[in-house]
Every structure is written in C-alpha cells, then in structure tokens.
C-alpha cells in the first residue's frame, strides 16, 4: 500500500495538520504510556487532561468545547476496521506512526465502504493532526516493526459505553456501538462490528 506523507495535498480531504501549540509537555507524558505488543486504547486520563496544554486544544482545536485526553498505543500493520465521530479527532504522534483513512463521501451507502478507496498516511514524531468527522479512521499502524504511541484527543464522553439501548430506527444506527462511535468491521477481521467493509484487508 502506498504511504503518502501528511504534508501532501491529498491528505487535506481527511484532516490538517495543526501547529501553533507547544506540545512538548503532553508529548512527553505520551512517552511514559504503556506500550505492548498488543493495541491497546485508554480514551481519557485524567493526568493528561490536567496539563495546562489541554485548555489550548479545547480553545484552538474545538472552540472551548470540553475535551478527553488518551492514548493509542502497540503494534499494527493492518486495516480491517474504521470507525468515524461526530466530531474532529486529534492524532498526536508520539513516536512515527501512519494512519489509514477513508471519507464517508466515497462510502458506497451508509453502512458499506471499499477498502480499495483507503488511502494511508506517515504521521512523523512529534505531529499532530486533526481528523476531520466525516474521515474513517481506525487505530493507527506503526511506521516499523516497533511500537506505536499516539495521544488521542476526542470530544468528551467519545467511546465510552452507551448508558442506553440502540435502537435501531435507521440504517446507520447498525453501526453505533458506543457514545459518538459508529463502526464498520470487515466480514473477516473478527471483530464485532457490523460487518460493512469489503474488498482486501489492508496491510501496511
């Protein structure tokens, strides 16, 4: 699979890179998160969302909204699940890592999305990036045979789980799974999402 920088124009149809923050700080708390062979995903911590860094983001990134501060963090070299939020997602790069993503304008309906239109991106140390709403994102992939550690930033309340039932009144309530979390899986990941990508599992 191709892999295209951040900076490249083809990136601005999912997301900017954002800059004009001192993000020293919270990138070096990003280093002390766990780091495993396995992905794993904390969507808020409370040490992290105390730093005097996350004010700027919830002022410059999301006009003053209230925000949540985690992590993302293992080892990843394929793509057989996205997720989109209402709402843009920040991706901070504690170490090199790439992202793949797709836009729901190019989804064939609400609940299906060819792998095939994915497209992914390197994300240098140290970078950040906002996602934009309508761009499918999953958890990132490293950029080596390494780990990798990413700060994920998320409007509040964002992947926790619903404290009611989903109904299910319209096509796209089949791919809510949790608060502000609507997910396609593909049939063969494993995963228990609703199974809406097709085409070839994406490695990287």
Not at 18 to 29: F, K, R, V
């Amino acid at each position: 699979m191709e892999i295209k920088k951040v900076t490249d124009k083809a990136f601005q149809k999912y997301g900017a890179v954002i800059e004009g923050m001192d993000l020293s700080e919270l990138l070096a708390w990003g280093k002390t998160t766990p780091a495993p062979d396995e992905v794993i995903y904390e969507p808020s911590v409370k040490e992290a969302e105390a730093l005097d860094v996350a004010e700027d983001i919830s002022r410059q990134v999301y006009g003053e909204m209230p925000i949540q501060i985690g992590y993302c963090n293992g080892k990843n070299h394929k793509c057989d699940t996205l997720e989109y939020h209402r709402g843009e997602e920040l991706d901070i790069a504690v170490t090199d890592l790439i992202v793949v993503l797709g836009s729901r304008k190019d989804m064939d309906s609400l609940t299906s999305f060819d792998l095939a239109k994915a497209e992914a991106f390197l994300v240098p140390a140290g970078t950040a990036v906002m996602l934009y709403s309508d761009t499918l994102h999953y958890a990132p992939c490293s950029a080596g045979d390494g780990v990798f550690q990413c700060i994920i930033v998320l409007p509040e309340g964002t992947n926790f789980p619903s404290e009611k039932e989903n109904v299910k009144r319209t096509e796209e309530d089949k791919l809510l799974c949790m608060k502000n979390k609507w997910v396609l899986t593909h049939p063969e990941s494993g995963e228990d999402f609703y199974p809406g990508l097709k085409g070839d599992i994406l490695t990287v």
